[in-house]
């Protein structure tokens, strides 16, 4: 008793009246750390936060190269799969037993925890190149809707007949600055409210392009659409549309992706009903919500503008110094918004949405090797990789001939 009593010690501050009254043990849960007061309706709204970023910007244009039919059939598709890989990691945040096991606090704690040895540093990998993707991402994301502000003002003042060119760069240096005073908060994750603000700028921005998709269906004015999206021989040659179409598979990756968080989200969650059971209900409240927003986003979005739409419809004090001012260098010298989300999204849906959680539920349930299930599960990896690859390697041809054509820290029109 006396041992388990200094292991809580970490956690709060004791006082003698505490230890009689038993009021320590009812404010700590069974690892010692302040009792959880999540349930699924708090992690359900970190899911949403999560998932809904600046990936739905560029719905309207990955349906475009897909089309009324694969379009909104891959949106379908990946959100099965990120569904259910979540409730198989859902099942691993306990170790070995998914109730009564020991919590682990992160991804790669889990990774650990079932798989260990070398695909840990693989998953600290993939996960820290996922996250340096993704603050590029934003840095460009951010540059480029600042810039449709300031050209829609241009617009608005001197009329459509002028060019109104505005370089991006100065607006990622802002963003960068901002960025750099914001990172040296200490405790940064543990502010209360920022959930909240992230929930409401996600929802803001996203209603904001679905608004504008939606008046300018109302306006009547007509736009090419096709079952199969943009035209071969029209809107692209041959070779455009299968890469285009690896590409837009890659965008819609990346807007799925949260799995990096779901560990850290199910820690907040208290143990009464079990953890993974409301992490389940969570995560498909979550992703159902998502994926209903989504739909609207793309196809409402490609309903507006059709074949032509657009790639974004909005059109430690040293580390991490260093660590903003050289992602925002590399966002200034690639500012190419749609390759990088596809390479993004590409890049991390397989091994940390697919593999590690498929992995983890086979090492965790004990499935035999050849069963029915271990090969249906395996088979669904392989897609799955096949599938980031083929996409990977269309993000790849558009940064190349995106290249071709740009020339660094210019105004671009």
Known sequence: MAKQMQKTSVFIEQSPGDYENGDIQKNLDDDGRPKRTGTWVTASAHIITAVIGSGVLSLAWAIAQLGWVAGPAVLMAFSFITYFTSTLLADCYRAPDPVHGKRNYTYMDVV???????????????????????????????????????????????????????????????????????????????????????????????????????????????????????????????????????QAIGDIAFAYAYSTVLIEIQDTIKSSPPENKSMKRASSIGVSTTTLFYVLCGLIGYAAFGN????????????????????????????????????????????????????????????????FRWIWLKILSWVCLVISLIAAAGSVQGLIQSLKTYKPFQTQE
């Open 112 to 246: 650990r925890a079932y798989l260990g040895g070398r695909k840990v540093q693989l998953c600290g990998l993939a996960q820290y190149a996922n996250l340096v993707g993704i603050t590029i991402g934003y840095t460009i994301t951010a540059s480029i809707s600042m810039v449709a502000v300031k050209r829609s003002n241009c617009f608005h003042k001197h009329g459509h007949h002028v060019k109104c060119q505005t370089s991006n760069y100065p607006f990622m240096v802002i963003f960068a600055c901002i960025q750099l005073v914001l990172s040296q908060i200490p405790n940064f994750d543990k502010l209360s409210w920022l959930s909240i603000v992230a929930a409401i700028m996600s929802f803001a921005y996203s209603s904001i392009g679905l608004g504008l998709s939606i008046a300018k269906v109302a306006g009547g004015e007509h736009v090419r659409t096709s079952l199969t999206g943009v035209t071969v021989g029209v809107d692209v040659s041959g070779s455009e549309k299968v890469w285009r179409t690896f």
């Open 308 to 371: 032509d739409a657009p790639g974004n419809f909005l059109t430690g004090l040293v580390w991490r110094t260093a660590y903003v001012i050289i992602t925002a260098v590399v966002a200034m010298i690639f500012p190419f918004f749609n390759d990088f989300l596809g390479l993004i999204g590409a890049g991390s849906f397989w091994p940390l949405t697919v593999y590690f959680p498929i992995e983890m539920h086979i090492a965790q349930s004990k499935t035999p090797k050849y069963s």
